[in-house]
């Protein structure tokens, strides 16, 4: 359940193409050379946040 919401978040945001996350931002900052490239990389850089591909995985433990 918690990773299917998660996802649909991720999507519905690709579609708005709204980073609420603040990815983009991230990238730049701690891989700016490799998110640079992949920015000169695509036809339309405002593009960028749409053109991701997200895998979540999500692992939850519980200790009593």
């Known amino acids: 359940?918690?990773?299917?919401q998660i996802a649909d978040?991720?999507?519905i945001s690709k579609e708005y193409n709204a980073d609420?996350?603040?990815l983009q931002s991230s990238f730049n900052k701690?891989?700016?050379s490799e998110w640079q490239n992949?920015?000169?990389g695509l036809q339309?850089?405002?593009d960028a946040y749409q053109s991701i591909e997200f895998f979540v995985n999500v692992d939850v433990?519980?200790?009593l």
């Not at 359940?1 to 299917?4: F, G, R, V």
């Open 44 to 46: 339309n850089p405002e």
């Open 61 to 63: 433990e519980a200790i």
């Open 9 to 11: 978040s991720v999507n």
């Open 20 to 22: 609420v996350l603040g």
């Open 38 to 40: 992949y920015l000169k």
């Open 30 to 32: 701690f891989k700016h």
């Open 1 to 4: 359940l918690i990773k299917s």
